[in-house]
């Protein structure tokens, strides 16, 4: 099978076409690459090729005949998000031996997850993910401070974007983005969704109850912020899991090394001697965690946080519905979303915190894409979506000096009017920006554009 490569998009091939592989393909085509995707199932290659402009193949995408035929020769990148890990392991070392192209494996047994950088070193992948391991750190982090809906970590670590609802009777209503700046200078708005509008605000911008605002601030700053302005500031210090698969596994181990009483509820009676065994200091209860007796009597009434992880997304919007309504502590909920895809009834109901595992996948991915396709000046170091994809925030490398950008200060800058820049990462200090600050060699930089698919720096310019 040959290929016309797409002007300035890579040849990228896709095994399997679950959740994950069809939002690669809906985002990755909306980007200008060129994909080719391979499952065993005809249907499903049949009305992905109907949907988008793709190529496809029936077949077994570890299979050296079918990689040749899907065009392994001429890729740039193959991803295999199969539901076997040993599938996904072995298309990728296929195709390193066939092809000369980069390789991305979802694994997600947890047996792996200890081995995953020998597993990378050792087949030569670029990136092994496990959607499940990362989707329970996002949760570990909502639940150290609970205010926050949604907390993203850039600069390895040392600053953080976070989302949060401003209530009424807030000091923020009613407050202006330069006065909110102007009293709290670690801390800098990026975007706020107001009803169905989502936009980056300026300094005389007035915030709302009801607003969902997004910000950026440096590691910490964010606790000192919420206590301020009189919110949540402390982690919680218990929690009741219901189901206990490999997400509860992984959630429950950070939450317990944090200090967190944590109780799971499983209903299958080896699980839970497999998790008592693998979580000494957790309670683990045999029962129905959909049975409200039994939620009672474990305390979901004063408990305060509560993270559904049954099987069913149904089951998950039901009871934190369920314990929102019969909580008499301030509750957190935390909601995984794993195939439902009616977002915008989603949003309009109170579940709290949303966690998409396929999404936290995709944004790993699209950003090792990017990244890919920059210049030696600059590059993708981390990318996060917001407010529904419609705002991305994205974290630059500056590796060398680039004309009418490095050296120059901020306010001097021609940017396109869609984008703001957050922060400057210089040699691990964060550096929340004015006008005259300057962008240099070294630094890293983040900015939030409500603009689709930049993949380096020199993008933000309005050239």
Do not use: W
Request: glycine share 8%; with cysteine; charged share 25%.
């Amino acid at each position: 099978m040959e290929k016309q490569k797409k002007q300035n998009g890579l040849n990228i091939i896709i095994v399997g076409c679950g959740r994950v592989g069809i939002t690669l393909v809906e985002q990755l085509t909306a980007e200008g690459h060129d994909i080719t995707v391979i499952d065993k199932d005809p249907e499903r290659i049949s009305m992905l090729t109907d949907l988008y402009d793709i190529m496809g193949v029936v077949g077994n995408g570890a299979s050296f005949g079918v990689q040749i035929e899907a065009g392994i020769k001429n890729a740039n990148l193959i991803i295999a998000v199969t539901e076997s890990d040993e599938l996904n392991l072995l298309c990728c070392t296929v195709a390193r031996r066939v092809g000369d192209c980069a390789a991305i494996a979802r694994v997600r047994d947890p047996d792996y997850n200890i081995e995953i950088g020998y597993l990378r070193e050792k087949l030569g992948l670029a990136m092994i993910i496990n959607p499940e391991l990362e989707a329970s750190r996002e949760m570990a982090k909502i639940l150290c401070m609970p205010t926050a809906l949604e907390i993203e970590s850039f600069a390895h670590g040392q600053a953080e974007l976070i989302k949060f609802k401003i209530k009424k009777g807030s000091v923020l209503d009613g407050m202006s983005v330069s006065t909110l700046g102007a009293n709290n200078e670690n801390i800098l708005v990026c975007a706020v969704e107001r009803g169905e509008r989502v936009f980056i605000p300026k300094g005389d911008d007035v915030l709302m109850a009801g607003d969902i605002v997004a910000f950026v601030a440096p590691r910490k700053a964010a606790r000192a912020f919420f206590k301020k302005i009189g919110s949540k500031s402390h982690q919680v210090k218990d929690t009741l899991i219901v189901g206990g698969g490999s997400t509860a596994y992984y959630l429950a181990k950070q939450l317990i090394h944090l200090g967190t009483k944590v109780t799971i509820i499983e209903k299958n009676k080896e699980r839970c001697e497999r998790l008592a065994d693998l979580l000494p200091n957790a309670i683990i209860i045999n029962g129905d965690g959909t049975d409200e007796e039994l939620l009672r009597e474990e305390g979901v009434e004063s408990v305060e946080s509560f993270v559904p992880l049954t099987d069913k997304d149904e089951e998950n919007i039901f009871l934190n519905l369920y314990v929102n309504r019969v909580s008499k502590a301030n509750i957190k909920i935390i909601t995984r979303i794993k195939a439902i895809t009616f977002k915008d009834i989603i949003d309009s109901l109170d579940l709290g915190s949303l966690v998409y595992p396929r999404y936290i996948t995709t944004r790993a991915i699209i950003a090792f894409v990017r990244a890919k396709k920059a210049s030696r000046s600059s590059g993708i170091e981390t990318l996060s979506y917001i407010f529904n994809h419609r705002v991305e925030a994205i974290e630059f490398r500056v590796q060398e000096n680039v004309p009418n950008l490095t050296d120059v200060m901020l306010m001097d800058l021609n940017l396109k009017s869609s984008v703001l820049i957050t922060f400057i990462n210089r040699h691990g200090k964060i550096i929340i920006p004015s006008g005259q600050d300057c962008i240099k060699p070294g630094d890293t930089v983040m900015i939030a554009t409500t603009q689709k698919g930049f993949s380096e720096l020199t993008d933000i310019l309005d050239k």
